[in-house]
């Protein structure tokens, strides 16, 4: 079953055609209706024009989203993280455990929750940060057909 955050991407605006979406945009806008009336309104906090000022803005926001995705490569979230492993998915986890019990005990500075809190989330950190640096070691000492499993054994999982 795919977890929540695997739907998420990140746009590579570096690799997109910009002229494109410039085109794509302005397509987009020049279907809008531009509230003149309210735009023009000299008032503080004119609750008139209130609702046609927060549409506007809702559908601006919505043609930046459109061109973007029609226009802008993406990749999954995780898609970069070539090292990541089941055992950094298993800390993870027990991060997010003990960071959840430790919120329902109401964030305490000390004591027994706060020392495995602590702990745990140290424990995650130092594998997150060590994890690329031991990828790269394994891959320089490994002969080729090593070097080629693992490369295999990261993308399938």
């Known amino acids: ?21 410039h085109s794509v945009l302005s397509g987009l806008l020049s279907q809008l209706a531009i509230p003149t009336e309210a735009l023009c309104c000299t008032k503080t906090d004119c609750q008139k024009h209130l ?5 506007y803005y809702s559908d601006l926001v919505s043609c930046l989203h459109i061109a973007a995705n029609k226009v802008v490569p993406n990749v999954k979230v995780n898609y970069h993280k070539h090292w990541w492993n089941k055992e950094l998915d298993r800390l993870k ?3 997010i455990e003990a960071t959840t019990m430790w919120r329902q005990f109401g964030c305490p500075h000390g004591g027994d929750i706060n020392c495995y809190h602590t702990r745990v989330k140290l424990k995650y950190k130092n594998a997150v940060k060590l994890a690329p640096q031991n990828w790269h070691s394994s891959c320089e000492s490994d002969s080729p057909r090593m070097f080629w499993r693992s490369i295999f ?5």
């Open 51 to 55: 609702c046609a000022l927060q549409a």
């Open 1 to 21: 079953m795919p977890k929540a955050q695997d739907n998420f991407v990140k746009l590579q605006w570096d690799k997109a055609d910009l002229n494109f979406y």
């Open 153 to 157: 054994r990261t993308t399938v999982q």
């Open 93 to 95: 986890k027990e991060c």
